[in-house]
């Protein structure tokens, strides 16, 4: 699938679809947690693994990285122990080299070298794989994923990987805090916390819509409406009042929300469709 640029106050945004994931269906929806979705036999259609970029005038910000074509070698988690062994059992992937972020980008006219900010939301697999081809830019981590990294798998990070590890920020309402990315207050990134310790999402403010870039909070736009917390995250309690922060930050501002792993991310993105509050179930 070729990318999918849309512009927002003069500002070009890609879509690109970097490989496809398939998890056990315990895994998206909620469930009793990681020793169930080990055993469950069902598992998801396959899911599209979304990079976003983001043309900003001040340098390109890429959210998250995407997979590499090496993931499907039968022999590329052993270095990784027991967070290795379960993430090559509950995880499927699908992916050429031609769709990894680098070749993708070059297609765009965006050398991989031009870009400026590397934001990872967390550092699953599936989201710092393509990290390979940025080790020019400035990566930005959360303290707190960092420090704690939950089902991770660090023997796949290149061997320079040093990011940037980012706390604090102004205070926000929704989420507690934001840290600004760009001078211009545009792009900032919040905490998300739940699905791990310290996953963050990034917002781009726009005059009129917000983008919402929401790495793995949830496998969905549905999830969000009614409240549903997928079945692997670290925190329940905290990826439940992460949820309840996104209502309320798109119930004050029109929201097109973009997680990672939703087939219909894209498609919201060009057609420019905001989160419908009005069909949000009440709170569980
Ligand atoms: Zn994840």
Redesign the pocket.
């Known amino acids: 699938m070729p990318p999918i640029t849309t512009t927002i106050d003069g500002v070009r945004v890609h879509a690109i679809n970097c490989g496809f994931v398939q998890v056990k269906r315990s895994h998206r929806s909620p469930s009793l947690g990681a020793p169930i979705i080990l055993l469950d036999p069902f598992w998801t259609e396959w899911l599209p693994i979304w990079v976003w970029v983001i043309e900003h005038p001040e340098g390109v910000i890429v959210i998250d990285t995407g997979e590499n074509q090496r993931v499907t070698e039968p022999h590329y988690f052993d270095c990784g122990g027991a967070d290795g062994w379960v993430t090559k059992h509950i995880l499927r992937f699908r992916i050429q080299e031609q769709l990894e972020i680098g070749p993708q980008l070059k297609a765009l006219g965006i050398p991989p070298d031009a870009v400026r900010w590397v934001v990872l939301t967390?550092l699953?697999i599936?989201?710092t794989d393509g990290l390979r081809y940025f080790p020019r830019a400035e990566i930005l981590v959360s303290r707190n994923e960092y420090e704690q990294p939950y089902g991770s798998v660090p023997c796949t990070f290149p061997g320079w990987f040093n990011p940037r590890r980012i706390e604090g920020g102004y205070a926000h309402n929704q989420f507690g805090k934001a840290y600004p990315l760009t001078t211009d207050g545009r792009v900032i990134i919040v905490p998300t916390h739940g699905?791990?310790h310290g996953h963050q999402s990034v917002i781009f403010r726009g005059a009129t819509v917000d983008l919402f870039f929401a790495?793995?909070t949830t496998f969905t736009e549905q999830q969000l409406l009614e409240h549903q917390v997928a079945g692997i995250c670290i925190d329940k309690a905290a990826a439940r009042r992460t949820l309840g922060a996104i209502r309320s930050y798109c119930q004050e501002r029109p929201t097109i929300y973009l997680p990672t792993h939703d087939a219909q991310s894209a498609e919201r993105l060009k057609n420019g469709r905001i989160v419908r509050t009005h069909l949000m179930t009440t709170l569980r």
Request: aromatic letters at 0%; a negative charge; proline letters at 0%.
């Open positions: 967390h699953h599936d989201h699905h791990s790495g793995d």
